[in-house]
């Protein structure tokens, strides 16, 4: 619904790296065939005639077996969970912005903070990088969590939406996608081109200084899976 509220969220350069935005996914991913060695053979000695007719001992030319890998009827499963926030175990793969229409060429990518609201005039724009995840990971959950640290006093119910195309966050405006390349609708509003037209899922903001979680375990699924090209929320 439309608000003249306004949210502000930290950003990926807000000065406190547990504020910033996170993806937290829990997954199971098989770890591929154990191997185990075969048996090796050793060479054995066979008589042989000298040329005085004394027999000796020597060994024939018996070849030796390599150990060959050997697939084990089971694949062990792995369990784990990753969580992807700026700055945090040295991952340096997220990136943010916001968009507004009252200032639609400017973009806010160095800002410490994301806006969100005011009659859908703000929009925030998110994008990780989700290669830490194994490529052959079942989701079991993903949640996108932004912590407020601005309101204008009044809580809002927010979508999370996946972005249909690609983008630079750090050249995104209103009107632009990237330099040069522009949105189909301004705001990112075409919701064929620019982002789906039914939010992955909502969450209702609960005043200053708290976590807003959003469910986005199909999306990230898709971008694993390669049904949906990852670019961003």
Known sequence: PLTLATYYFASAQNAVVANRPKLVITY???????????????????PSQTPTGMATFTPSPTPTRTLTP???????????????QQGKDGYTGY????????????????????????????AALLKFDISPIPSNAVV???????????????????????????????????????NGNN??????NNTITDRAAVHESSATTNGLFQWSTFDVTNLVQDWLDGRQGNYGI
Request: glycine letters at 8%.
């Open 183 to 188: 949105w189909g609708n301004p705001g990112a």
């Open 95 to 122: 990136e943010d912005t916001h968009i507004y229409a009252y200032n639609p060429t400017a973009n806010y990518c160095t800002t410490d903070s994301i806006q969100v609201g005011l009659k859908q005039y703000y």
């Open 140 to 178: 079991r959950t993903a949640s996108l969590e932004l912590y407020s640290v601005g309101w204008g006093g009044t809580d809002m119910t927010l979508g999370a939406y996946r972005v249909l195309r690609s983008m630079e966050l750090c050249q995104a405006t209103w009107n632009q996608a990237a």
């Open 28 to 46: 199971r991913a098989a770890a591929g065939p154990t191997r185990t060695p075969a048996p090796t053979a050793t060479p054995t000695a066979t």
């Open 70 to 84: 050997v697939a084990s009827p089971t694949s062990a499963i792995t369990e784990g969970t990753i969580i992807l």
